[in-house]
């Protein structure tokens, strides 16, 4: 039995880290860009302007060389503990071409464990269901395993 | 010559009445209900969480007695200063049906007056055409007149 809303894709992760270093993983650059992207696709540019209104950009290179740009900005920031962004503004407040999704990540602290929890939240069901059939329960699935290699080498 | 660019609306007005009353006018419930609306519509309800992430919900009410709901969220908040909230969220951060559009209400101080600048976002250059289509030039227009009747007898 699902949870989920049909606008909502979720991943849930007990992680061998605590909520501290996948902070980290997730907000400094030159840690994002070694977990965030399941091969053969590499993360080769990361900013960050942690607080509510900074942007974020992320590009993604694939193996044919072509770059794919992620501008978002973080709505929520709450050290060790929640990072919400969207793709909804390439700035504050400028709007993007298409709003399509929310993120809002927890960091439950287990003691040297964390619960990590990403909800992934879309406008429209039918983006939802793109974004399953892009392959999110697959490439979220890796870079999270990713994540938590990183995370517990820190 | 416009400076708006395709997604945009804005109205620029100098107010007879100190930032602080202004910005006491957009976020008092009593008072947003006193100027919010052009008659014959009223505004019946206004509820103000007054932080970024925090819920706003205006009831308005036509002349049929049909009611109007306009929820939405505080993105970003300068006391006195910048107000900006949208309708892409129910509340933090739950997406709405339909994300439609981004205000940015800037009072800039010019002594005993007011710089009042609203410029209204829109994700797609056709819901800026349906907004003015709506009458926004008007409608704001009207409401603006009565936000500075009242801030000015504050």
Redesign the interface.
């Known amino acids: 039995m699902s949870t989920e809303s049909d606008?909502e894709l979720t991943l849930t992760r007990i992680i061998e880290a605590p909520p501290a270093k996948l902070f980290r993983c997730w907000t400094e650059p030159e840690l994002l860009k070694q977990w965030f992207t399941p091969p053969p696709f590499k993360t080769i540019h990361a900013e960050v302007d942690l607080r509510?209104?900074g942007s974020s950009l992320i590009v993604m290179q694939g193996p044919d060389g072509g770059k794919i740009e992620c501008p978002g900005i973080y709505?929520?920031v709450i050290p060790n503990e929640k990072l919400?962004f969207?793709d909804?503004?390439l700035s504050?407040?400028?709007?993007?071409?298409?709003?399509f999704m929310?993120a809002?990540l927890t960091f439950d602290d287990l003691g040297d464990r964390t619960k990590y929890t990403a909800r992934v939240?879309?406008?429209t069901a039918e983006d939802r269901k793109a974004h399953e059939e892009m392959g999110f329960h697959q490439g979220w699935g890796v870079a999270t395993d990713q994540l938590a290699e990183l995370a517990a080498k820190l």
């Open positions: 606008r509510p209104g709505l929520e919400v969207t909804a503004y504050a407040w400028e709007p993007s071409a298409k709003p929310t809002i939240l879309h406008w």
